[in-house]
Nanobody, 124 residues
Framework: QVQLVESGGGLVQAGGSLRLSCAAS????????MGWFRQAPGKEREFVAA????????YYADSVKGRFTISRDNAKNTVYLQMNSLKPEDTAVYYC?????????????????WGQGTQVTVSS
């Protein structure tokens, strides 16, 4: 199995920035497509961004395109989500996830492993 631990969440004002990290352990990290999802109270978990194992394919939800950047450092077994120009609507628990093989990146059911989440709160 793969264990994922998110960090870097916190409280930030609208327009500010945060960088989330997801540290992986267990099975070979570089084989997995990695995704970021978020879940606000009363809402379904929604797709934010994803990156292929090689970093050659990157996907973003329309709501974060141009503001968020996903990257990975396989040597460090870590995936990052740089979040700029944050909005109150970005407030949620952010989760990283790992998927083996080709997947529809925006679907939660495609991912095999999940972290416990890190809280991001954006004040207006």
């Amino acid at each position: 199995q793969v264990q994922l631990v998110e960090s870097g969440g916190g409280l930030v004002q609208a327009g500010g920035s945060l960088r989330l990290s997801c540290a992986a352990s267990g099975r070979t990290f570089s084989r997995y497509t990695m995704g970021w999802f978020r879940q606000a109270p009363g809402k379904e978990r929604e797709f934010v961004a994803a990156i292929s194992w090689s970093g050659g394919r990157i996907y973003y939800a329309d709501s974060v395109k141009g503001r968020f950047t996903i990257s990975r450092d396989n040597a460090k077994n870590t995936v990052y989500l740089q979040m700029n120009s944050l909005k109150p609507e970005d407030t949620a628990v952010y989760y990283c996830a790992a998927a083996a093989g080709g997947v529809v990146v925006s679907r939660t059911g495609e991912y095999n492993y999940w972290g416990q989440g890190t809280q991001v709160t954006v004040s207006s």
